[in-house]
């Protein structure tokens, strides 16, 4: 059993900043993915960043160059920087843990989610 604990979120004005964090604790796996999704109201929810164990990252094309994903020294914390913030990346975020066996998902584990706004 893993648990995540999101935090951070909050309201922020049109070319601010804001520091997601999510803390995993549990019986973590040392392989494997950490992410984040996000879902608008009336919007499907769609991946944000993703960080592998392995140093693997990937992102949204809506968020690169603004949005940077990092992981702590244990790898068992991830981070999401949010820099340059839009009023169209306002919606709860998400933290995502999957656990990798044989290069493969075994387990999946989601955070409760933060609501981040964007507004003038």
């Known amino acids: 059993q893993v648990q995540l604990v999101e935090s951070g979120g909050g309201l922020v004005q049109p070319g601010g900043s804001l520091r997601l964090s999510c803390a995993a604790s549990?019986?973590?796996?040392?392989?494997?993915?950490m992410g984040w999704y996000r879902q608008a109201p009336g919007k499907q929810r769609e991946l944000v960043a993703v960080s592998s164990s392995g140093g693997g990252t990937n992102y949204a094309d809506s968020v690169k160059g603004r949005f940077s994903i990092s992981r702590d020294n244990a790898k068992t914390t991830v981070y999401l920087q949010m820099n340059s913030l839009k009023p169209e990346d306002t919606a709860v975020y998400y933290c995502?843990?999957?656990?990798?066996?044989?290069?493969?998902?075994?387990?999946?584990?989601w955070g409760q989610g933060t609501q981040v706004t964007v507004s003038s």
């Open positions: 549990g019986s973590i796996s040392s392989f494997n993915v």
């Open positions: 995502d843990f999957k656990k990798i066996r044989a290069s493969l998902v075994s387990e999946e584990y």
